[in-house]
């Protein structure tokens, strides 16, 4: 009888104990869906506009790394301007390449960035007056590098909004320096000095960064 009594007192907990072992397999496969449909609604990718200094516009893409915790994001930006004045025709190339880490939250919110820019100053000179008192021309091109730090904050969703504010390090040059050849006798040649049109945020040891953009992400 006490046998009997024992044995009836068992079966809840051989039963529960077997249910436990059925339901394991179901939670953690559980969870690992979970965790995976998270990772999944993160927008890895972004491609917009942004607007401010140094640059008037860049175009922009990023993508949020799916290694340690999906909080590195590498990006690179371009811009192109061109203009032409009465004896120049010139253009800006800028182009910048960097990571950016964000603080807490998973590609969205407030971020550290780091990257390098080159600001390229290209333009063909005409009618440079040369030391034989004859007209001359001439193409000069100058690279202007920088090491670029920023604190910035991009919003969540396809529609994303950002904001930037940072500081570029380099030693950055007015000058542009030359060979113009004379026009009448190309034999003739000079190195010749033009300045580099003022553009606002930049002095010779550095730059501002500061813009606002938007895009999309998915």
């Given at each position: 009888m006490k046998k009997q009594i024992l044995l009836l007192a068992m079966v809840p907990f051989i039963g529960y104990s077997n249910i436990n072992k059925e339901m394991?397999?179901?939670t953690i496969?559980?969870?690992?869906?979970?965790?995976?449909?998270?990772?999944?609604?993160i927008k890895r990718f972004s491609a917009g506009l942004k607007f401010g200094l140094p640059y008037m516009a860049v175009i922009g893409a990023q993508y949020t790394l799916p290694f340690f915790d999906n909080h590195f994001a590498p990006y690179f930006d371009y811009s192109r301007y061109s203009y032409e004045d009465f004896n120049r025709e010139a253009q800006f190339r800028f182009s910048e390449w960097g990571i950016s880490y964000f603080i807490r939250e998973k590609g969205k919110g407030v971020y550290l960035g780091l990257s390098n820019s080159i600001l390229s100053y290209q333009a063909d000179f005409t009618n440079i007056i040369l030391k034989n008192d004859s007209k001359g021309s001439g193409?000069?091109?100058v690279d202007m590098r920088t090491t670029n730090l920023r604190l910035g904050l991009k919003t969540a969703g396809a529609l994303y909004f950002r904001i930037e504010i940072?500081?570029?390090?380099g030693n950055l040059p007015k000058l542009v320096t030359f060979t113009a050849t004379d026009d009448f006798n190309p034999n003739h040649k000079e190195l010749t000095i033009k300045d580099i049109p003022r553009i606002d945020g930049i002095s010779e040891n550095g730059m501002l960064v500061g813009n606002l953009g938007f895009g999309i992400s998915f």
């Open positions: 394991l397999p179901l496969f559980s969870n690992v869906k979970d965790s995976l449909s998270f990772e999944h609604d193409t000069g091109k940072g500081y570029g390090f």
